[in-house]
């Protein structure tokens, strides 16, 4: 009886975490279709809010740079943690390590207000002393490759610490000097983590309002800056359908990546049979 009870509550306590965190975008993706802009009633389908969509320019432009800079900020990010993550793991021992450490994962404890003011007050020395940079895409792009390289390295350094480094020293004892032995068998074996740490990056940064606040400037705002903005005005159904288009987007994205970590863990695991087959016939026939 007690185990019925705890198998049916123990469900019943999952449905409803998801519901409470899965609900609300459901209720605004409903109401994206919405025909008039009462927001507590449903009164019809209709696609009017998404060909308003096309038709705002902010709300297009600021997309558009959302993604250019996501990718941007995704992809330094996924090189600089992978470096960080390779020094923390494979180099117990150097001078200043435990602050290299702590520098490296202060983005993640550290509030965002802080993280943008720092770097405002940051980007305001250099540009008094040196003209440059600007504040707008570039400073944007660095600010998020801060806070995605932190996140990034997670990742990847917990697939370095499972990593068999048996590989590694297999390959140095066969003359590999250490750069090959990174970029020809450390590389292959954890780009599913440098990839996995790239959508991280990339998903932080799109969603980003806190930072994009700070380091952008006149005529530059992402995405979620335009909504925010919307927001503060008063509740506009274009925002619902933005909002839509964005979850579709992400979800297509998680599915993608998903389906490809199975499809290479399959074939990896069929590569690991085939080559215990020949082992073992090998050994038969000797």
């Known amino acids: 009886m007690n185990q019925f009870l705890g198998k049916y509550i123990g469900k019943a306590w999952m449905a409803a975490v ?16 919405n025909s008039t802009r009462q927001d507590a009633n449903f009164t019809g389908f209709s696609l009017r809010w998404y060909e308003a969509l096309t038709r705002d320019t902010k709300i297009v432009d ?12 995704g992809l330094a990010s996924a090189v600089m943690a992978t470096f960080a993550a390779f020094v923390l ?15 490296v994962n202060a983005p993640l404890v550290m509030p965002e207000v802080v993280i943008g003011l720092s770097l405002l007050l940051l980007m305001v020395g250099i540009q008094n002393a040196f003209g440059w940079p ?18 990034g390295m997670v990742v990847i350094q917990s697939r370095l610490l499972e990593m068999n480094r048996a590989i590694e ?28 740490a790239f959508l991280l990056a990339f998903t932080l940064s799109f969603d980003d309002v806190v930072i994009a606040e700070f ?22 159904p274009t925002i619902y359908a933005a909002a839509t288009l964005l979850i579709v987007s992400v979800t297509a994205v998680v599915i993608a990546y998903s389906v ?16 215990t087959r020949a082992e073992m016939a090998a050994l038969q026939a000797g």
């Open 62 to 73: 600021g997309f558009w740079l959302s993604v250019q800079v996501a990718t941007a900020a």
């Open 215 to 236: 380091l952008s400037g006149p005529g530059v705002n992402t995405l979620p800056q335009v909504i925010f903005g919307y927001a503060r005005r008063g509740i506009n």
């Open 134 to 151: 600007q504040r707008g895409m570039l400073t944007i792009v660095l600010g998020h490759t801060l806070l995605g390289m932190a996140y």
């Open 260 to 275: 490809w970590v199975a499809r290479q863990t399959r074939r990896r695991e069929r590569e690991i049979a085939a080559a």
């Open 169 to 196: 020293e297999a390959a140095m004892d066969l003359g590999a000097k250490p750069f090959q032995v990174f970029f020809l068998i450390t590389m292959p074996n954890i780009l599913q983590a440098i990839f996995a």
């Open 18 to 33: 998801f519901l409470f965190l899965y609900l609300p975008l459901m209720f605004m993706v409903v109401f994206s279709f």
């Open 89 to 103: 793991v494979r180099y117990r021992r150097f001078p200043g390590r435990t602050l290299f450490s702590g520098m």
